[in-house]
Structures are given as structure tokens and as C-alpha cells.
């Protein structure tokens, strides 16, 4: 079974702090994600990144950074933490061919007081 | 600019009710059409998938419909069960990239 794992369950961080999210997955997967989930909005992407030091852009990248030094780490990174980036903070990775199944980690809840 | 949209928000059936979930939207470009299921304190996972060269499919209990002209797809749950309460994800995306498009998800809850 693929296995998505997010380091932390939960985290609470204070506004202006640089927050790391890690995220690491054990299939070779070549393409990994980064969404937030808002009650009413849905999973919004984030970062996506297609190989290693690679990454695109998704709906809601601004305040967001991503890096990918290794091909099973995705890292996400809030360079200042704002009190609206207080969010759940998912992560997946799929198989490179197109149309593939995404397997997504149990989440990140991030609180920033 | 949403680009799938998914109601109701929420929904609520007794046990062996058919609950069901409907999405639109609007990129022609998309051909694949996947549902994920997400419980409380875990990530989504892949419930069932579809693509528009066919109009259902079906999987157990779980049977997508789709209607490629009206560009809407909708996930039918057959004789819903308690343990089926969860919240409901639809998605689409094109060969052109590998990011889904979700709507904003749909939490069902079904009483026993």
C-alpha cells in the first residue's frame, strides 16, 4: 500500500514564524501535491511538483513556498505565518502517467496564533 | 472562478437510503472524473472514477452517472450504511496535467 506520511498531526506556530510542513511518500511516485482544506471550500491546491526541483503553481500559492530536494520529499513552507493560513494542510503523490490516483497523508491541522 | 461545482453541502439519510451527490462543470478539456471519500481525521482516498466514454459505472455499492452533454456527474450510494459517513469529494481533470480540480466536498451522514 502506498503510504503517505505528514510529520506532524498538529501544530500551532505564532504569526510572523517560518513553518515548515513535511511530507514523504514510499512509492517512487513522481508527482506530489500540497492542498489546504477550508470547511466550505473544498481541497484547494496549493504547489504541485512533477520531479525534483520541479514545482507549478496552483490556485493559492501566494505565502507559499515548496521544495524538493528528494524524490519521496515534499516540503511546504509558510515563509510568515498569517492567522488566515490557520488551516488542514494535505498532502498526496500519484504516479507520473496522467490520470493516476492521488494517495493522500491524514493531514497537517495548523493553527497560527 | 469555480470550476466544479459540487451540492448540496450536506446531506442527511437514514439507513438504506440512496443519498446523492452531484457535480457540474464547465472545462470540456476534462476526462477523468474521479470521487474521493475523506473521514473525519484521515486524508481523501480514491472511491471510484470515471471517464466520459462511458455514462456509469459501477463499483459494490457506489455507482457514478455521468452526462457528458449536460457536463454534470453525480455518485449514487446504495443502500447507504451508517459506516458510509463521510465527508464526499468530486474532482476532474484533463490529459493535459495531473492536478485535480476538486469541488468544495459534500459531508454525508447517515443514521442508523
Avoid at chain 2, 438504506?16 to 452531484?22: A, H, L, T
Wanted: charged content about 20%.
Amino acid at each position: 500500500d502506498v503510504k503517505v506520511t505528514q510529520s506532524s498531526r498538529y501544530l500551532v506556530k505564532r504569526t510572523g514564524e517560518k513553518v515548515f510542513l513535511e511530507c514523504v511518500q514510499d512509492m517512487d511516485h513522481e508527482n506530489m501535491f500540497w492542498y489546504r482544506q477550508d470547511p466550505g471550500l473544498g481541497l484547494r491546491l496549493i504547489y504541485f511538483s512533477y520531479d525534483v526541483k520541479m514545482k507549478e503553481k496552483g490556485d493559492i500559492p501566494e505565502g507559499y513556498s515548496v521544495s524538493r530536494e528528494k524524490k519521496e520529499r515534499f516540503s511546504l513552507i509558510l515563509e510568515s505565518a498569517s492567522t488566515n493560513q490557520t488551516s488542514m494542510y494535505l498532502c498526496a503523490s500519484s504516479q507520473g502517467v496522467v490520470n493516476q490516483p492521488q494517495h493522500f497523508g491524514d493531514g497537517t491541522r495548523l493553527s497560527i496564533l | 472562478q469555480q470550476q466544479v461545482k459540487q451540492s448540496p453541502q450536506s446531506l442527511i439519510v437514514q439507513k438504506g437510503g440512496i443519498p446523492i451527490i452531484n457535480c457540474a462543470y464547465e472545462n470540456t478539456a476534462f476526462d477523468y472524473f474521479p470521487w474521493y471519500q475523506q473521514f473525519p481525521g484521515k486524508g481523501s482516498a480514491l472511491l471510484i472514477a470515471i471517464r466520459p466514454d462511458v455514462s456509469e459505472k459501477k463499483e459494490g455499492r457506489f455507482t457514478i452517472s455521468f452526462n457528458k452533454s449536460a457536463k454534470q456527474f453525480s455518485l449514487h450510494i446504495m443502500d447507504s450504511q451508517p459506516g458510509d459517513s463521510a465527508t464526499y469529494f468530486c474532482a476532474a481533470s484533463s490529459q493535459a496535467g495531473t492536478a485535480l480540480i476538486f469541488g468544495k466536498g459534500t459531508t454525508l451522514s447517515v443514521s442508523s
